[in-house]
C-alpha cells in the first residue's frame, strides 16, 4: 500500500456544521491526522455541493487550517447527481474514492460526517496497515449527534476534540 485516502462526504447545513465543529476537530488530535504525517502518504476528500465547498473554504480559511491539513473537495459528483436520493448519491462518491484508492494502491479510510473519532483512532489503523493487515473499521455504534453535543464539547481545545475509545462509547451509550 502505497497511501492512506480519508473519505467523507457532506452536504446540508446541520451535517456540514457537524463535520466542521465535531468530526475534523476529532481528526486533529494528536494521534489521529498527525500521526500519520510523516508516517505514510495521505489524501483527504471531502465530497460535497457548491453551497458545502463555499461554506467549508471560508471556515477552513478563517481558522487556517489549509496550513495543518490539506483537503480535496469534490463538488461534481453531488453537482451531477443532486435528484438522486441521498444514500445512492454517497454511495457514487464513495465509489469514485474508492477507485482512486484502487488505481493508487492506497488503503481507504471512511468518515461519516457526522462521526466523531477516538484519539488513538488512526495511530490503531497505522499499526495494523504496517502489520499488513487487511482491516475493515466500521463504525456501529450510533446515536443522535445533536444530543451528545454538549458533552463533546467538553473534549474540544482549541480547535482539537480529543476524547479517547472508552469516553466516547460511554457518551454514545448515555445517549
Not at 53 to 82: A, D, R
Amino acid at each position: 500500500m502505497k497511501g492512506i485516502n480519508i473519505c467523507t462526504v457532506v452536504w446540508g447545513q446541520k451535517f456540514l456544521e457537524n463535520f466542521l465543529n465535531l468530526v475534523l476537530p476529532s481528526i486533529l488530535v494528536e494521534n489521529n491526522l498527525p500521526f500519520l504525517k510523516n508516517k505514510i502518504k495521505w489524501k483527504y476528500k471531502l465530497y460535497t455541493n457548491i453551497e458545502g465547498k463555499n461554506y467549508l473554504q471560508e471556515k477552513f480559511k478563517k481558522l487556517s487550517l489549509n496550513k495543518i491539513i490539506e483537503i480535496q473537495i469534490n463538488t461534481n459528483i453531488i453537482e451531477k447527481n443532486l435528484n438522486e436520493d441521498k444514500y445512492k448519491l454517497a454511495n457514487f462518491c464513495y465509489s469514485d474514492c474508492l477507485e482512486i484508492c484502487r488505481s493508487n494502491e492506497y488503503g481507504f479510510i471512511w468518515i461519516m460526517p457526522d462521526q466523531v473519532q477516538a484519539n488513538n483512532n488512526f495511530r490503531n489503523i497505522y499499526k495494523y496497515i504496517k502489520d499488513k493487515k487487511i482491516i475493515f473499521v466500521p463504525s456501529f455504534l450510533s446515536t443522535d449527534l445533536e444530543k451528545m453535543k454538549k458533552d463533546l464539547f467538553n473534549y474540544k481545545k482549541k480547535f482539537q476534540l480529543d476524547i479517547g475509545v472508552f469516553e466516547l462509547s460511554r457518551l454514545t451509550y448515555k445517549h
